[in-house]
C-alpha cells in the first residue's frame, strides 16, 4: 500500500475489502457519461488500495450541467489556499463544501443533493429516497440504516442527547414517526405541518439527522465490546461512553480527521494544526457532464492565521479564495495589491444579512432598572433616532451601503421601504422628546439623563470585538448619542463570552449583524422574527424558554412578542403561500414598529479575493450564511484553476 494513502484517516484501509468491492451495484453506463478516472487517486486504484471511479460513484451520481449555469467543464487538480482566524472554524469546511440531503441551487430553490429524490405530502410526509450506493468517505454504504442508528441511538439516547431530537422536528410539542422502508428510504411523518422541515436540511449548519453508523458504533455502548469500549475511554481520557461518542461525533464541527464524511473534501489532518489539509473524497456523489468526478480541486489548505492579518496576507497572494476575515475596509488595500501586480482579482459581493451593523439592546437583562427602561418602545424608538446613519454611510462605507432601519431586503418579496425607513432617520430633536415622555427627563451636570433609581444614563454594547467597522460606527454614534443625553460605553469581549453574558442577563446590550436570513421566500419559517431562539440577542430568555420547553429562561410577557409567536404558529399552519406571507408581512410590520434590533445600515458590499486562475467564481454572489453558506450555495466544487493566468 502506498505511503500517500497510509497518511490518510486509518480507516481508509477499509476501502480495499473484497466484500465491499463486491457488493457495489454495476452502474447504469447507457445514462452516463464515459467515467474518467481521478489523476490524484490513480496510484491507489493502480495499486488495488482503491476501487475504480465506475465502483465508488453511487448508481445513480449526480450529473452536474454546468454549461446549463453558464459555467466551463474544469480540469482536476491543484491545492486551493484559505484562511480562517479560529482553529474551530476549520468547520467551515463543511460550510462551503455544501453537501447536503436537500440543498439550495443558484436561484435559492430547493432541489435534491445527497437525495436522489424526496417527496412531500402536504408539509406532512416527507419521504427521502438515498442514491442507491452511494458511500461515506472510507467506501462503507450511506444507507437509511445511519439514519435510523443517529433517530434510535443518538437522538432519542438521554446519554447523548439530554434534551431529546432537535427542536425543528418538534411539532405542537409531538416528535415524528420515522420509519425506514428500505435501505434506500426514509420516512418523517408528523400529525400536523412541519413547512421548514426541508428548509432546515438546507441550512448552512444543517442538522445531521444521519450518522455514519459503521464507525460510530464502535463506541456506543449498545454495540461495542464492553471491554473495549472502557479502553477507549481510559485512552481517550474522559469520563463516559457517551462523552467519548460525542467527542469523536463532530459531523459539523469537522476535526475528526477518521469520522467518515459525506462532503466534497474530507479532513487529512489530525489534532490542532495551523495548516489543515482537506483532501478530495474519491466516494463523492457528483460528476460533470464530461464524466469527471468532483471536486476539481484536489486539496484545500486552510490557513489560521490572526484575524488582523487576513487583509495583508490576501494583498500578499498568500490565497486563493477570500471573504471570511475580510470586510468593507480592506478594498482600498486589496485594490491596490491587485494593481501593483497581484495574483487576485478582488470582487464585491453584496451581503445578504438583514442588517450589517445592529445594535440589540436586552429586554431580558438582569438589572431590573435597565430592563424597565429598555422595555419602553419610545426610548428603543429614540436611540435608533439619535444615529446618524448617512454619516455613517459615509465615513466607512463611502455611501455604497443604504442606511436605514433594520428589515429584509429588496430580493425579498417582504421588502417595503417603509420599514427600511422606520424610525430611521436621524431626528434629535424627536429622540429628547421621546426620552422626554419615557420619564427619563432628569440629567445630571454634563448632561447625561439619569435612570429612575438615580444612576447616570450609561448604555454598555459589548461587541465581539471582531470588526472594525463596527468599532469605528459605535465611535460615531457616542457622538450624536451624548446629544439626546446618553453616554454611550463600548465594551469589546470575545465572541463567545459575549453570547454567554447576553444569554445569561448580564449583557444590557449587545452588537452584531441583522438577521442572517434577509431574503426570506414565503416559504422561509419567520422562527427568527419570533420569540423562539435565544441566539437572538434582544430576548435570549424568551428563547431559552422556547427551546427548552419552560425549563429555563422566561415566558414573553410583552404583547407584541406574544403575537409574534401567534404569528410563527400561524405560518406553520397555513395552508397556501397567500397564508405564509400575510404571517409574514405582520410580523416585520411590527419589528418595524417596536425596533427590537436597531439596525443601522444594510447591503454593504463584501469583498471577495479570487486567484486569478481559479474559475467557476461568481462574479456578482450574494455573501450571506443562511441561505446561502457564504461560498457554499455557489459549490466550490465546481470551482478549477486554469493554466492560464
Known amino acids: 500500500m502506498s505511503d500517500r494513502l497510509l497518511s490518510r484517516p486509518r480507516n481508509f484501509t477499509r476501502i480495499a475489502a473484497a466484500t465491499l468491492i463486491a457488493a457495489l451495484a454495476p452502474l447504469a453506463a447507457a445514462a452516463l457519461p464515459p467515467l474518467q478516472e481521478s489523476a490524484f487517486w490513480r496510484e491507489e486504484v493502480d495499486s488495488g488500495d482503491l476501487p475504480p471511479v465506475a465502483e465508488r460513484l453511487p448508481d445513480v451520481p449526480l450529473v452536474v450541467d454546468l454549461e446549463a449555469k453558464g459555467r466551463h467543464s474544469g480540469t482536476p487538480g491543484g491545492t ?33 443533493d445527497l437525495l436522489d429524490s424526496f417527496e412531500n405530502v402536504d408539509n406532512r410526509a416527507f419521504t427521502l429516497h438515498l442514491r442507491p450506493g452511494h458511500k461515506w468517505s472510507d467506501g462503507q454504504p450511506f444507507t437509511s440504516a445511519d439514519f435510523a442508528y443517529w433517530w434510535e441511538d443518538v437522538a432519542n439516547n438521554p446519554a447523548l442527547s439530554p434534551a431529546g431530537p432537535p427542536d425543528f422536528l418538534r411539532v405542537e410539542g409531538k416528535l415524528p414517526r420515522v ?36 464507525f460510530l458504533k464502535q463506541y456506543h455502548q449498545k454495540y461495542a465490546d464492553p471491554d473495549a469500549l472502557a479502553a477507549a475511554v481510559e485512552e481517550a481520557r474522559v469520563k463516559s461512553w457517551a462523552a467519548l461518542h460525542n467527542k469523536l461525533d463532530n459531523m459539523y464541527k469537522f476535526d475528526n480527521s477518521a469520522l467518515p464524511t459525506l462532503q466534497p473534501w474530507m479532513n487529512a489532518t489530525s489534532g490542532k494544526k495551523i495548516r489543515h489539509l482537506f483532501v478530495r473524497n474519491p466516494f463523492y456523489h457528483r460528476i460533470d457532464s464530461k ?91 429614540a436611540l435608533s433616532l439619535g444615529i446618524d446613519r448617512a454619516t455613517i454611510n459615509r465615513a466607512l462605507y463611502f455611501k455604497l451601503a443604504k442606511p436605514g432601519a433594520m428589515t429584509v431586503l429588496p430580493q425579498s418579496p417582504f421588502f417595503d421601504e417603509k420599514l ?58 457616542t457622538d450624536t448619542w451624548r446629544e439626546i443625553g446618553v453616554r454611550l460605553v463600548m465594551r469589546p469581549l470575545d465572541r463567545d463570552i459575549l453570547r454567554n453574558r447576553v444569554f445569561a442577563g448580564t449583557s444590557m446590550a449587545s452588537v452584531w449583524y441583522g438577521w442572517d436570513n434577509g ?43 406574544k403575537r409574534l409567536m401567534a404569528l410563527a404558529h400561524d405560518w406553520e399552519q397555513a395552508t397556501s403561500d397567500a397564508e405564509r406571507s400575510a404571517a409574514w408581512r405582520e410580523m416585520l410590520q411590527i419589528h418595524a414598529e417596536q425596533v427590537y434590533g436597531i439596525g443601522i445600515l444594510a447591503e454593504a458590499p463584501q469583498p471577495i479575493v479570487v486567484n486569478k486562475r481559479l474559475r467557476n467564481v461568481p462574479e456578482k454572489g450574494l455573501w450571506t450564511w443562511d441561505p446561502g453558506a457564504h461560498f457554499g450555495i455557489h459549490r466550490p466544487d465546481e470551482f478549477y484553476f486554469a493554466d492560464d493566468g
Open 519 to 561: 431574503i426570506p421566500q414565503p416559504y422561509t419559517a419567520p422562527d427568527y422574527l419570533a420569540p423562539r431562539q435565544q441566539e437572538f440577542l434582544a430576548w435570549p430568555k424568551w428563547g431559552q424558554y422556547y427551546q427548552t420547553g419552560g425549563e429555563a429562561g422566561e415566558p414573553p410577557d410583552m404583547e407584541p412578542a
Open 420 to 477: 427600511r425607513a422606520a424610525w430611521a432617520q436621524y431626528d434629535p430633536e424627536q429622540a429628547n422628546r421621546l426620552l422626554d415622555e419615557a420619564g427619563l427627563d432628569k440629567r445630571s451636570g454634563d448632561g447625561i439623563r439619569l435612570l429612575p433609581d438615580g444612576r447616570p444614563m450609561e448604555f454598555v454594547i459589548e461587541t465581539a470585538g471582531e470588526r472594525q467597522e463596527v468599532e469605528n460606527a459605535l465611535q460615531i454614534i
Open 291 to 381: 464524466g469527471v468526478q468532483l471536486p476539481y480541486i484536489d486539496v484545500v489548505e486552510m490557513e489560521i492565521v490572526a484575524g488582523g492579518l487576513v487583509a495583508a496576507k490576501a494583498n500578499a497572494g498568500e490565497t486563493d479564495l477570500q471573504g471570511r476575515g475580510l470586510d468593507f475596509r480592506d478594498i482600498s488595500i486589496l485594490r491596490k495589491g491587485e494593481a501593483d501586480g497581484g495574483n487576485y482579482r478582488t470582487l464585491l459581493w453584496p451581503t445578504g444579512v438583514a442588517s450589517q451593523i445592529a445594535i440589540y439592546p436586552n429586554l431580558n437583562v438582569n438589572d431590573p432598572a435597565w430592563r424597565e427602561v429598555m422595555r419602553d418602545v419610545r426610548v428603543r424608538r
Open 80 to 112: 486551493l489556499r484559505t484562511m480562517v482566524t479560529r482553529s474551530k472554524d476549520i468547520r467551515q469546511m463543511v460550510v462551503y463544501g455544501y453537501a447536503r440531503l436537500i440543498g439550495y441551487d443558484e436561484n435559492y430553490d430547493l432541489a435534491p
Open 179 to 214: 420509519s425506514f422502508p428500505d435501505e434506500a428510504t426514509v420516512v418523517f411523518e408528523w400529525d400536523a405541518p412541519n413547512p421548514g422541515f426541508l428548509q432546515t436540511l438546507a441550512q448552512a449548519r444543517p442538522p445531521f439527522i444521519f450518522r455514519p453508523a459503521h
